[in-house]
């Protein structure tokens, strides 16, 4: 380490390393995704014959994108998608930050209590009571609604967000928050002003870990809401597969409508989340 | 409870903005048949609807491995469609004993259908029916006649042919001798044991005796389609154990291989698929000369949901499936299913006609574990879908297979005890 | 903290920071998953009316071989694919991430925006597509193993008994490393520049200063992968039934507890669903969830240090 030049050159050759180490992860993980966008423009028989070969003018084909387009109601699929995930998010970062700043700010009878009460729900499949939810929303009148899926959602999404925002709470430096109260700030403007931007970065983490399972659910909406009004795109593109399954066609195609509006999403997301990892960091 | 459901069904259907016209009825249909939607679309429901104005259909099936179960839950949900494909047997009437399925007995269409063709359908006491007998399927070998040309061979007969046909197919190498793969398992007990056993078991004897406790799942006419299924493997494409339903069915029309053992719901998809001839024969004989038995299963029937909200409407489109307008529609868009009602019907399709000719020269039964034998636990039907995919992939011993059916059966079944 | 003990008057804001949660977390999850619990000491008689037999479902789980055998053989599948996230997917998402937050590194943001893409696939996708690419039909594996010299490795993995659970397992991994990868770097990055900058001065950098500094910073959030790990691994179902489908093939190799559960609960084929079977399977798992996390929380997190910077 004392000798500046070998040191420098172990950084290249370090640095060298990670970039090819990352590279070769990143061609893994996208290799697949990859595959399927290419092969689904090409014909029937050339998917089969020379499956990792580009589309070429002979064999390019949209026929699959036709069948999806004229028999799936993508568009619709898509939206229901989108505002159950986008509202049932909302739900979960509000009261799962509110709970968490209660749990982790106050010290109250039935805390710890509370905490692990609320913390039993990372631990249990919330399908394991689908019974009785079913029940509940024929009960309310509620079979075949996106509300449906938003309570759901946001009761399933709760504990873990409770879970982790927590210990990001309590990390909130309490010099701040006193030099606040003395400054005669509210509880609520506290926690809004003051431990809310603190733990974007956990926000945004949370944020990403609740929508991935919410996004891609099959059981809920298969059982809550599989009318074709309120289907969501991962219940569309399932059935859809299980309909067209032997035209690979149409399943190529169907796949990749339902990669593309995931990841363009994600990638918008993205550089939120990063955002608020790095400022979290720098801070 | 129900009606509750129902109503509230109903009330969260137009709240969730499904905008129907005024008297519009749209009736949807719960089917396994996913190979069929384009017939449905395109044929049947235009048929239809122009004979019924004021009812809509919408088609809308599932993959046929997860139909029971998402059928299933969808009623026990109150979320399921208005008419309701039925399994043949017990799957069907164990929905009707749960007050899922609407008692059909007096609907009119009934009159055209045969005691045999109802008794899928009706409770053990043949006093109650709840579903309108549809199609029933005839199991069989499909090949690619072009193939069969190019390399002389013959349609086979016996067992002992059957195995000469293979192996001159697998010493050409140009094809793979036989398309299936158990991956999804089904297969390996459908379109493998229940179609190449009859012939063994002496197809209704064997299938009642079992019922009767007279036979057993180990005697030499059970394990015997295992025996044949275990030699099958040397003749499967490679990687056959991953293979999936659809992935043989695109091997087959893509002409790369050469036999299909399967029956005749293929028809109609290989026709829009394969740009080759095709042919049948039925499952060869043990011995030149003997008796042919043949697998003719009444395999599907329709059913209305008991909770549907357009009960009237339903019972329109049910009596409009005994009709001889249905009967030859049907027959002729989606081959390979035959009506199963009185009606005349004239079948178009040539590989349809040598399916049904089998009627007149070999003894029909339906599958062995269909009726009665799969009410328990364990299902003695899913049971045969794990044994007869270990056998093809040598993972269990022809009686090993049958040791286990026969154990799991007497489980739970008295006259077996 | 001190002044918060004295008497003051009821602190309204408590219950309104908690109220929301507790509620629609108590009313859409807690009330019925009790309802499961409750079918679970039940059982339907012949005219379809609920009896209740008290704990003879588990007796039933337990003592009868046709019912404990599947079990056991899915809580053994299970506990493998949980120990195969544990080998190898924490452990790579740990190096990337280690990797990603070296200091200058050109492209990050895509590497770890790129690597990150399969997580956010649904199962209904990741399943298919890796189906179409292990496929012995279709070629996809046999042709680039062809290309690699390696042709004769090529098996159906998918479809053997020793491997086609180790091979969903591995499915399951590439989907999700991104998880871990995630919250190791934020955690990662949250590291104070102070402490980095302290560890250099004593000459501790590059690799040991990862095992020495960081990793015991991030100890506790490796703590919170393995526990959702856990708890993730032993709640899965949608991969398997996506790839093989309800019957966990071939001979039930695959079938984990969410797929041994789901053919109880909502039946197969001919075979009719049983909820009160489904919900006493649905308690045990609930109970090996329960011991699991317990280990975790009493055995090892109360141990671990937290950090306030």
Not at chain 2, 42 to 50: D, L, R, S
Not at chain 2, 81 to 102: E, H, M, N, P, W
Not at chain 2, 217 to 244: C, H, I, K, M, N
Not at chain 3, 237 to 253: E, K
Request: contains cysteine; glycine residues 8%.
């Amino acid at each position: 380490m004392s000798n500046p030049i070998t040191s420098a050159r172990g950084n290249l050759g370090r640095t060298a390393a990670a970039h090819v180490i990352l590279i070769a992860y990143t061609i893994l993980a996208l290799y697949p995704v990859f595959l399927i966008l290419i092969n689904s423009v090409k014909q029937r028989r050339a998917i089969f014959n020379d499956p990792l070969a580009l589309p070429t003018a002979e064999t390019f084909d949209p026929i699959g994108f036709q069948t999806v387009l004229e028999q799936g109601n993508f568009l619709l699929y898509f939206q229901n998608s989108m505002i159950v995930t986008v509202v049932s998010l909302f739900f979960v970062l509000l009261f799962g930050a509110m709970a968490a700043f209660a749990l982790a700010e106050y010290r109250f009878r039935g805390n710890l209590l509370m905490g692990l009460y609320l913390a039993l729900g990372i631990m249990i499949p919330i399908r394991l009571g689908t019974v009785a939810i079913l029940e509940i929303m024929v009960a309310a009148g509620l079979v075949n609604t996106l509300t449906s899926l938003v309570l759901v959602y946001t009761a399933q999404g709760l504990p873990l967000a409770v879970f982790i925002l927590q210990e990001f709470m309590r990390q909130v430096s309490d010099d701040l928050k006193n030099a606040a109260r003395i400054d005669g700030l509210s509880e609520y403007r506290i926690f809004f002003t003051i431990a809310l931007p603190l733990v974007r970065p956990a926000m945004a983490t949370v944020a990403v870990f609740t929508m991935i399972p919410i996004w891609n659910d099959l059981w809920f909406p298969l059982i809550l809401a599989p009318g074709e009004a309120t289907k969501t795109l991962t219940l569309g593109s399932q059935i859809f597969l299980g309909q067209y399954v032997t035209d690979w066609n149409a399943v190529l195609a169907a796949l990749s409508l339902a990669i593309f509006p995931v990841v363009v999403l994600y990638l918008i997301f993205s550089r939120q989340l990063i955002r608020g990892i790095t400022k979290g960091a720098v801070k | 409870m129900t009606a509750r459901k129902t109503t509230l069904t109903a009330a969260a259907f137009l709240l969730s903005g499904t905008a129907l016209m005024a008297q519009d009825v749209t009736l949807t249909i719960e089917s396994w048949r996913n190979d069929d939607i384009s017939i449905w679309r395109n044929q049947i429901i235009p048929a239809f609807e122009a004979a019924h104005p004021g009812i809509k259909l919408d088609f809308q099936p599932t993959a046929p491995a997860q139909y029971n179960s998402a059928l299933n839950s969808k009623l026990d949900a109150g979320t399921a469609g208005d008419i309701v494909t039925c399994r043949a047997f017990d799957a069907s009437l164990a929905l009707f004993q749960k007050g899922q399925l609407a008692d059909l007995t007096d609907l009119d269409g009934m009159a055209n259908y045969s005691d045999v063709a109802k008794s899928a359908w009706s409770t053990d006491d043949g006093s109650q029916q709840f579903c309108v007998p549809m199609a029933s399927v005839i199991h069989g070998f499909i090949y690619n006649a072009d193939a069969f040309n190019e390399l002389g061979l013959e349609e086979p007969t016996t067992v002992d042919e059957f195995f000469a046909v293979l192996d001159a197919i697998a010493a050409d190498g140009s094809y793979i001798p036989m398309a299936m793969g158990v991956n999804d398992q089904w297969e390996a007990a459908t379109m493998g044991y229940a179609n190449i056993g009859p012939n063994y078991w002496m197809g209704e004897q064997g299938r009642n005796a079992l019922i009767a406790g007279d036979a057993k799942l180990t005697d030499a006419e059970f394990v015997a389609p295992f025996e044949q299924l275990a030699r099958w493997s040397d003749y499967l494409g490679r990687g056959f154990e991953s293979q999936s339903y659809p992935d043989s069915q695109n091997l087959f029309t893509l002409g790369r291989a050469a036999i299909y053992p399967s029956g005749s719901w293929e028809i109609a998809g290989f026709r829009s698929l394969a740009d080759f001839e095709m042919g049948a024969f039925p499952p060869p004989v043990q011995n030149a000369g003997d008796t042919c038995y043949i697998s003719d299963h009444t395999d599907m029937g329709m059913g209305l949901n008991a909770a549907s909200p357009n009960a009237e409407a339903g019972r329109t489109f049910l009596n409009w499936l005994g009709s001889s307008e249905f009967a030859t529609l049907f027959a002729n868009a989606v081959p390979g299913f035959f009506p199963l009602s009185n009606a005349e019907v004239t079948l178009d399709d040539s590989l349809a006609q040598e399916f049904i000719s089998w009627r007149g020269d070999c003894e029909s039964s339906i599958r062995p574990f269909h009726q009665i034998l799969s009410r328990g636990t364990p299902n003695l039907s899913n049971e045969s879908w794990g044994t007869s995919a270990n056998v093809i992939r040598g993972g269990q011993t022809p009686a090993d297979a049958a040791a286990q059916m026969q154990a799991g059966l007497a489980s739970w079944y008295a006259p077996q005890q | 903290m001190s002044d918060r003990a004295r008497k003051r008057p009821f602190r309204w804001h408590i219950v309104v920071f908690l109220a929301p949660a507790v509620l629609i977390y108590t009313a859409i999850m807690i009330i019925p998953l009790f309802g499961t619990l409750n079918l679970s000491l039940f059982t339907r008689a012949e005219d379809g009316s609920r009896i209740f037999v008290g704990l003879q479902n588990f007796q039933t789980l337990f003592g009868d071989r046709r019912w404990s055998d599947a079990f056991w053989n899915a809580t053994g599948n299970n506990l493998w694919f949980f120990i195969i996230h544990m080998l190898v997917q924490n452990p790579i998402g740990i190096a990337l991430a280690a990797i990603l937050s070296t200091p200058k590194l050109r492209f990050a943001a895509f590497y770890r925006t790129a690597i990150f893409i399969p997580a956010i696939l649904s199962f209904v996708i990741v399943g298919f597509v890796w189906k179409l690419i292990l496929s012995p039909l279709w070629g996809v594996a046999p042709t680039f193993m062809d290309a690699l010299g390696l042709g004769n490795w090529f098996a159906p993995w998918l479809g053997l008994e020793e491997s086609a659970l180790t091979t969903l397992a591995l499915i399951s991994v590439w989907q999700f490393v991104g998880i871990p990868m995630m919250l190791i770097y934020a955690a990662l990055l949250s590291i104070p520049d102070e402490v980095l900058e302290a560890a250099e001065m004593d000459g501790i950098t590059g690799a040991s200063q990862f095992w020495k500094i960081k990793l015991p910073l991030i100890l506790p959030t490796i703590g919170i992968i393995s526990i959702l790990t856990f708890v993730g691994n032993f709640n899965a179902f949608d991969l398997i039934y996506v790839t093989q489908g309800a019957l966990a093939g071939p001979n039930f190799t695959t079938d984990i507890l969410g797929s041994y559960l789901f053919r109880t609960f909502f039946g197969f084929q001919l075979q009719l669903g049983d909820p009160h079977m489904g919900a006493t399977v649905a308690t045990v798992m609930f109970a090996i969830i329960l011991v699991g996390v317990s280990i975790y929380l009493f055995g090892v997190q109360t141990r671990l240090r937290r950090y306030q910077f």
